[in-house]
């Protein structure tokens, strides 16, 4: 009897087993399947592409993880780390063809670019070299040596005629290629503007990337990271001496909610009391979502005789 009852503990165990095997087989299997996913480098930038079937219109979300953690790289790249993005599908039931960018790749490596669903179930991967910055230096070497840990995800500087970004291992990711009309006017971009995928933003709704702000020719450029204009203050005249002016330096940008940027230009006009145009600043706003400006304020007013006098005036008013 005991034998007996042994037999069916065993047996009912066994069948347990089974049945959340078969469950979980069920919960855990993907309703999404990839037979083909590529990418094309351009610049620091990838043009990919993936096609797949979906058995199910509510899970339209998939992960994409890519990194340089390959055995075989170009150049010898000690630090791996990998980054995180996401696609959706069309929410439907059939086969897709999604078309992407991905960004921030260091030049000449390796990356293994991977597609996950909702549910961290792999569905494809393979190897892609990326592309080359168009700079030998930048290329082959970091840019920066970095001690200690660093706090930043992604770093500006001028270089040269270009702007570029550095990331946390110090390899250059971005290069925006910038020729300015007046010499030694070089790179002038001082400030970025972020939307990349924080809690506000939704990426099934949105772009959630680094988009980019920049002084080219003496006028701002908003752009997206594959280096392409979104928006270009083209409607103001870049003119010394015209009603323009030359943005020179000291762009910042507001957050993505006021979309503002703020710089400083340069302009010669003709002031009263002077026989050559003088040169002074005017500190400007640019809504670059509404492509309007305004001007905040300038140092003509210093450089004016009437308001000189007048300011003169009132001091030695107040004093006595």
């Known amino acids: 009897k005991n034998s007996k009852n042994y037999n069916m503990s065993l047996f009912y165990i066994f069948s347990l087993s089974i049945f959340i095997l078969f469950i979980s087989q069920i919960v855990c299997s993907s309703s999404i399947s990839i037979y083909g996913a590529e990418c094309s480098p351009e610049n620091l930038f990838m043009k990919c592409s993936v096609s ?89 070497k970091k840019y920066l040596k970095i001690k200690g840990i660093p706090t930043w995800d992604l770093i500006f500087f001028d270089y040269g005629s270009n702007y570029i970004a550095i990331d946390h291992t110090g390899w250059v990711v971005f290069v925006l290629p910038l020729y300015s009309l007046l010499p030694p006017q070089r790179a002038n971009c001082k400030s970025q503007y972020i939307d990349n995928g924080k809690n506000d933003c939704d990426r099934s709704k949105e772009d959630c990337h680094y988009r980019y702000l920049a002084i080219v020719n003496g006028t701002i450029g908003y752009y997206y990271p594959n280096a392409t204009a979104i928006n270009y203050l083209d409607n103001y005249e870049c003119n010394f001496f015209g009603q323009g002016g030359f943005f020179n330096h000291e762009l910042r940008a507001s957050t993505k909610y006021n979309g503002n940027a703020y710089a400083i230009r340069m302009l010669m006009k003709n002031i009263k009391g002077y026989f050559k145009p003088q040169l002074g600043q005017i500190v400007t706003k640019w809504d670059f979502i509404k492509n309007e400006i305004v001007d905040i304020t300038d140092s003509f007013k210093l450089v004016n005789i009437d308001d000189t006098l007048k300011y003169l005036f009132d001091y030695a008013t107040t004093i006595n």
Do not use: M, W
Not at 63 to 85: A, F, M, R, S
């Open 52 to 140: 797949g079937y979906s058995e199910d219109a509510n899970n339209k979300q998939i992960k994409i993880i890519y990194g340089n953690d390959v055995k075989d790289q170009p150049i010898n790249k000690t630090e791996h780390y990998l980054l995180l993005d996401y696609i959706y599908i069309p929410e439907s039931i059939g086969n897709f063809t999604v078309f992407f960018e991905l960004y921030r790749f260091q030049p000449l490596t390796n990356y293994r670019i991977r597609f996950l669903d909702v549910n961290n179930n792999s569905l494809y991967e393979f190897v892609q070299l990326s592309g080359s910055s168009g700079d030998n230096d930048l290329d082959s």
